[in-house]
Protein backbone atom coordinates (compact mmCIF):
# COMPACT_ATOMS: atom_id res chain seq x y z
CA UNK A 1 0.00 0.00 0.00
CA UNK A 2 1.08 3.58 -0.87
CA UNK A 3 2.17 5.00 2.59
CA UNK A 4 1.75 8.69 3.15
CA UNK A 5 3.96 10.81 5.58
CA UNK A 6 3.41 14.20 6.73
CA UNK A 7 6.01 16.66 7.74
CA UNK A 8 5.88 18.16 10.70
CA UNK A 9 4.10 16.29 12.92
CA UNK A 10 3.23 19.77 14.66
CA UNK A 11 3.80 22.96 13.26
CA UNK A 12 3.52 25.68 15.44
CA UNK A 13 2.38 29.20 14.29
CA UNK A 14 0.90 32.74 15.23
CA UNK A 15 -1.81 34.02 13.38
CA UNK A 16 -1.02 36.25 10.37
CA UNK A 17 1.93 33.69 9.48
CA UNK A 18 2.78 31.17 6.01
CA UNK A 19 1.88 27.78 6.35
CA UNK A 20 3.80 24.78 4.87
CA UNK A 21 2.55 21.51 5.49
CA UNK A 22 4.35 18.68 3.93
CA UNK A 23 3.24 15.62 2.54
CA UNK A 24 5.21 12.49 0.74
CA UNK A 25 4.08 9.39 -0.95
CA UNK A 26 5.85 6.72 -0.87
CA UNK A 27 5.42 5.91 -4.30
CA UNK A 28 4.26 8.04 -7.64
CA UNK A 29 0.04 8.89 -6.55
CA UNK A 30 0.22 11.69 -9.62
CA UNK A 31 -2.16 13.94 -9.09
CA UNK A 32 -4.44 12.11 -6.87
CA UNK A 33 -3.85 13.70 -3.89
CA UNK A 34 -6.34 15.20 -1.26
CA UNK A 35 -6.08 17.72 1.60
CA UNK A 36 -8.80 17.75 4.96
CA UNK A 37 -9.14 19.78 8.13
CA UNK A 38 -10.51 18.35 11.09
CA UNK A 39 -11.23 20.77 14.18
CA UNK A 40 -11.43 19.00 17.61
CA UNK A 41 -15.02 17.02 17.89
CA UNK A 42 -15.72 16.88 14.06
CA UNK A 43 -15.50 14.99 10.97
CA UNK A 44 -12.51 16.14 8.22
CA UNK A 45 -13.85 18.62 6.01
CA UNK A 46 -12.25 18.44 2.17
CA UNK A 47 -10.13 20.84 1.34
CA UNK A 48 -8.36 20.56 -1.61
CA UNK A 49 -9.16 17.56 -4.20
CA UNK A 50 -6.67 16.38 -7.23
CA UNK A 51 -3.52 18.08 -5.05
CA UNK A 52 -4.79 21.89 -6.19
CA UNK A 53 -8.07 22.44 -6.82
CA UNK A 54 -9.80 24.11 -3.21
CA UNK A 55 -13.02 22.78 -2.28
CA UNK A 56 -16.17 24.73 -1.65
CA UNK A 57 -16.06 26.52 1.26
CA UNK A 58 -12.50 27.42 1.73
CA UNK A 59 -10.69 30.87 0.86
CA UNK A 60 -7.85 31.76 -1.51
CA UNK A 61 -5.12 31.59 1.58
CA UNK A 62 -5.24 28.03 1.24
CA UNK A 63 -3.38 26.05 -1.77
CA UNK A 64 -2.31 23.07 -2.74
CA UNK A 65 0.59 21.96 -5.16
CA UNK A 66 2.66 19.18 -5.99
CA UNK A 67 2.83 16.07 -8.15
CA UNK A 68 3.87 12.33 -7.77
CA UNK A 69 5.61 12.12 -4.31
CA UNK A 70 5.97 15.42 -3.01
CA UNK A 71 2.61 17.44 -1.92
CA UNK A 72 2.12 20.53 -0.39
CA UNK A 73 -0.35 22.62 1.26
CA UNK A 74 0.35 26.29 1.93
CA UNK A 75 -1.61 28.79 3.83
CA UNK A 76 -1.10 31.85 3.30
CA UNK A 77 -1.42 34.07 5.86
CA UNK A 78 -2.86 32.15 9.46
CA UNK A 79 -6.13 33.00 10.27
CA UNK A 80 -7.32 32.04 14.14
CA UNK A 81 -9.58 29.39 12.54
CA UNK A 82 -7.09 27.51 10.38
CA UNK A 83 -5.71 25.82 13.78
CA UNK A 84 -6.18 22.26 13.11
CA UNK A 85 -5.38 19.20 12.09
CA UNK A 86 -4.48 18.58 8.24
CA UNK A 87 -4.15 15.36 7.03
CA UNK A 88 -3.51 13.88 3.21
CA UNK A 89 -4.75 11.25 1.74
CA UNK A 90 -4.07 9.24 -1.85
CA UNK A 91 -6.77 7.56 -3.73
CA UNK A 92 -4.29 6.37 -6.86
CA UNK A 93 -3.96 2.94 -5.77
CA UNK A 94 -5.95 0.51 -3.28
CA UNK A 95 -6.24 1.12 -0.21
CA UNK A 96 -7.12 4.35 -0.36
CA UNK A 97 -4.58 5.98 2.76
CA UNK A 98 -3.82 8.73 4.77
CA UNK A 99 -1.24 10.35 6.61
CA UNK A 100 -0.57 10.91 10.09
CA UNK A 101 -1.52 14.01 10.31
CA UNK A 102 -0.16 17.49 10.58
CA UNK A 103 -1.20 19.79 13.63
CA UNK A 104 -0.64 23.26 13.66
CA UNK A 105 -1.27 24.87 16.70
CA UNK A 106 -1.37 28.45 17.88
CA UNK A 107 2.40 29.55 18.96
CA UNK B 1 -28.85 20.32 2.65
CA UNK B 2 -26.81 17.75 1.80
CA UNK B 3 -25.92 15.54 4.71
CA UNK B 4 -24.96 11.90 6.03
CA UNK B 5 -26.65 11.11 9.51
CA UNK B 6 -25.08 8.81 11.56
CA UNK B 7 -26.54 6.33 14.47
CA UNK B 8 -25.63 6.92 18.06
CA UNK B 9 -22.73 6.07 19.76
CA UNK B 10 -22.64 2.89 21.68
CA UNK B 11 -20.47 0.29 23.87
CA UNK B 12 -20.12 -2.83 22.62
CA UNK B 13 -17.93 -6.08 24.17
CA UNK B 14 -15.47 -8.34 22.62
CA UNK B 15 -16.78 -10.50 20.23
CA UNK B 16 -19.97 -8.58 19.61
CA UNK B 17 -20.46 -6.66 16.61
CA UNK B 18 -21.11 -3.29 15.69
CA UNK B 19 -23.83 -2.01 13.34
CA UNK B 20 -23.59 1.65 12.09
CA UNK B 21 -26.39 3.24 9.84
CA UNK B 22 -25.83 6.37 7.94
CA UNK B 23 -28.89 8.11 6.50
CA UNK B 24 -28.05 10.39 3.26
CA UNK B 25 -30.82 13.54 2.64
CA UNK B 26 -30.72 16.09 0.09
CA UNK B 27 -29.12 14.61 -2.65
CA UNK B 28 -29.70 11.53 -4.93
CA UNK B 29 -28.19 8.74 -3.12
CA UNK B 30 -27.56 6.07 -5.14
CA UNK B 31 -25.87 8.31 -7.36
CA UNK B 32 -22.47 8.53 -4.91
CA UNK B 33 -20.51 5.72 -2.95
CA UNK B 34 -20.75 5.71 -0.03
CA UNK B 35 -17.15 5.37 2.21
CA UNK B 36 -16.61 4.32 5.97
CA UNK B 37 -13.73 5.59 7.73
CA UNK B 38 -12.79 5.63 11.14
CA UNK B 39 -10.55 6.81 13.39
CA UNK B 40 -9.06 5.47 17.16
CA UNK B 41 -8.93 7.97 20.21
CA UNK B 42 -5.80 11.05 19.24
CA UNK B 43 -5.03 8.53 16.04
CA UNK B 44 -5.47 9.38 12.39
CA UNK B 45 -8.15 8.37 9.48
CA UNK B 46 -7.95 4.75 8.50
CA UNK B 47 -9.85 3.61 5.44
CA UNK B 48 -12.51 0.59 5.63
CA UNK B 49 -14.08 0.02 2.43
CA UNK B 50 -16.89 1.80 -0.03
CA UNK B 51 -20.60 0.70 -1.10
CA UNK B 52 -22.11 1.49 -4.40
CA UNK B 53 -25.26 2.41 -3.64
CA UNK B 54 -26.98 1.78 -7.17
CA UNK B 55 -25.67 -1.62 -6.98
CA UNK B 56 -24.66 -2.70 -3.62
CA UNK B 57 -21.22 -3.66 -4.66
CA UNK B 58 -18.36 -3.54 -2.11
CA UNK B 59 -14.61 -3.11 -2.05
CA UNK B 60 -13.64 -3.64 1.81
CA UNK B 61 -9.50 -2.86 3.13
CA UNK B 62 -7.59 -6.13 3.41
CA UNK B 63 -7.38 -5.42 6.95
CA UNK B 64 -11.05 -5.66 7.54
CA UNK B 65 -11.68 -8.72 4.92
CA UNK B 66 -13.84 -11.21 6.37
CA UNK B 67 -14.99 -8.79 9.34
CA UNK B 68 -16.29 -6.01 7.66
CA UNK B 69 -20.01 -5.83 5.89
CA UNK B 70 -21.37 -3.16 3.91
CA UNK B 71 -24.84 -2.90 2.75
CA UNK B 72 -27.50 -0.14 2.02
CA UNK B 73 -31.24 0.08 1.86
CA UNK B 74 -31.90 2.44 -1.40
CA UNK B 75 -35.51 2.91 -0.18
CA UNK B 76 -35.07 4.83 2.40
CA UNK B 77 -31.22 5.94 1.47
CA UNK B 78 -29.78 4.54 3.75
CA UNK B 79 -26.03 2.77 3.93
CA UNK B 80 -24.68 0.10 6.77
CA UNK B 81 -21.82 -0.78 8.08
CA UNK B 82 -21.10 -3.99 10.37
CA UNK B 83 -17.97 -4.95 11.79
CA UNK B 84 -17.69 -8.23 13.46
CA UNK B 85 -15.66 -9.98 16.11
CA UNK B 86 -14.83 -6.32 17.64
CA UNK B 87 -11.48 -5.95 19.85
CA UNK B 88 -10.24 -3.48 21.97
CA UNK B 89 -8.40 -1.76 19.48
CA UNK B 90 -11.73 -1.48 17.05
CA UNK B 91 -12.48 1.23 19.97
CA UNK B 92 -13.28 4.43 17.12
CA UNK B 93 -15.06 6.80 15.50
CA UNK B 94 -16.42 5.34 13.09
CA UNK B 95 -17.33 7.58 9.76
CA UNK B 96 -19.36 7.25 6.94
CA UNK B 97 -18.39 9.95 3.96
CA UNK B 98 -19.72 10.46 0.40
CA UNK B 99 -17.42 9.72 -2.64
CA UNK B 100 -17.95 13.21 -4.96
CA UNK B 101 -17.00 11.82 -8.16
CA UNK B 102 -16.45 8.24 -8.12
CA UNK B 103 -15.35 4.95 -6.17
CA UNK B 104 -12.22 6.21 -5.37
CA UNK B 105 -11.75 10.06 -5.14
CA UNK B 106 -12.10 12.98 -2.31
CA UNK B 107 -14.95 12.82 0.68
CA UNK B 108 -16.98 15.59 0.07
CA UNK B 109 -19.62 15.20 3.07
CA UNK B 110 -18.86 13.32 6.12
CA UNK B 111 -21.50 12.22 8.69
CA UNK B 112 -20.94 13.51 12.44
CA UNK B 113 -19.14 10.08 13.36
CA UNK B 114 -20.08 7.38 15.64
CA UNK B 115 -18.11 6.89 19.12
CA UNK B 116 -17.83 3.12 19.36
CA UNK B 117 -15.95 1.98 22.79
CA UNK B 118 -15.43 -1.82 22.47
CA UNK B 119 -14.40 -3.21 26.60
CA UNK B 120 -15.50 -5.88 28.70
Same mark, same amino acid.
Given at each position: ? =????????????????????????????????????? &????????? =???????????????SG???? $????? $? =?????????????????SD?? =?????? $????? &? | ??????????????????????????????????????????? %????? %??????????????????????????????????????????TA????????? %????????? %??????????
Amino acid at each position: E =IVLTQSPATLSLSPGERATLSCRASQSVRTSLVWYQQ &KPGQAPRLL =IYDASNRATGFPARFSGSGSG $TDFTL $T =ISSLEPEDFAVYYCQQRSDWP =ITFGQG $TRLEI &K | QVQLVQSGAGVKKPGASLNVSCRASGYTFIAYYIHWVRQAPGQ %GLEWM %GWINPNTGGTNYAQNFQGRVTMTRDKSISTAYMELTRLRSDDTAVYYCARDFR %GSADAFDIW %GQGTMVTVSS
